[in-house]
């Protein structure tokens, strides 16, 4: 019997650069704001190449932990460490942020991610390359002239998530970027972030949708209050969640 050898179309550039990824931890990480203890002294830990789901009720504080792992926000107490040091400036230009509404410039979909890989430092001559091949990737080179701004819904979300991989970041924190896609589009992004994780990339995703967290993650932190109520592999999560919180949640009851 013949072995099938299947060539997988490799969409994304290959540009990573060939050192090893970051570990990413979080210690005993607090914020507060007015008065109140809005992140309560977490710890975690993220796994280079690992691809983990956030998820948890409202307000639990998941967009708030990955503002403050990106560092868009400080924590008011514990710390962030990149490797076991504190991040600093170099930090930045190693990850990317997708939020659940795309902010686009007033320039054409191939300008949205020339600009970003500029303010990332790309010499010119590499930059157009790498412009093809991400809208290459999410089927957006048909749309590269057109401004960003008139595009669906789906097609701006997909330029977002192919702006963001365009700087070849080493963790990519997405927050709730399918949240208003319909499912088609939602697997248009899916399919990129596949993609992604597939040459290396590390991936934390906040998400409400348990069917995308099941087609997606390896890894589900479950927030309850600020505090992580179980961080698990997520096989087991969907199938035995450890916490109270993280069963109520999945069997559709509130979690207050
Ligand atoms: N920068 C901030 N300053 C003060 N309070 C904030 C700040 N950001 C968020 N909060 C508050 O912290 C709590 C957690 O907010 P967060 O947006 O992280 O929740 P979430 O788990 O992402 O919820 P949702 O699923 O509804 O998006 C909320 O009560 C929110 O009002």
Known sequence: MHDVVREVPCLLPAMRALEP???????KIRFEAGGKRLIDGLDLSLRPGSLTAIMGPNGAGK????????????????????????ADSAVATRQAMVFQRPVLLRRSVAANVSYALEVRGIPACERSARVASVLRAARLEHLAERPARVLS???????????????SPEILFLDEPTASLDPASTLAIEDLLRQAHEQ??????????????????????????????????????????????????????IVL
């Open 200 to 253: 290396g990339t590390t991936l934390v995703l906040v998400t409400h949708d348990i069917g995308q967290a099941k087609r997606l993650a390896q890894e589900v932190v479950f927030l309850h209050r600020g505090r992580i109520a179980e961080h698990t592999p997520a096989d087991r999560f969907f199938v035995c969640p450890e916490s109270a919180e993280a069963r109520a949640f999945l069997e559709g009851r």
């Open 21 to 27: 990824c970051l570990p990413l931890q979080a210690r």
């Open 63 to 86: 967009s708030l932990l990955l503002r403050l792992l990106h560092g868009l926000l400080r924590p008011t107490g514990g710390e962030i460490l990149w490797a076991g040091r504190a």
């Open 153 to 167: 819904g789906g097609e701006q979300q997909r330029l977002a998530v192919a702006r963001a991989l365009s700087v």
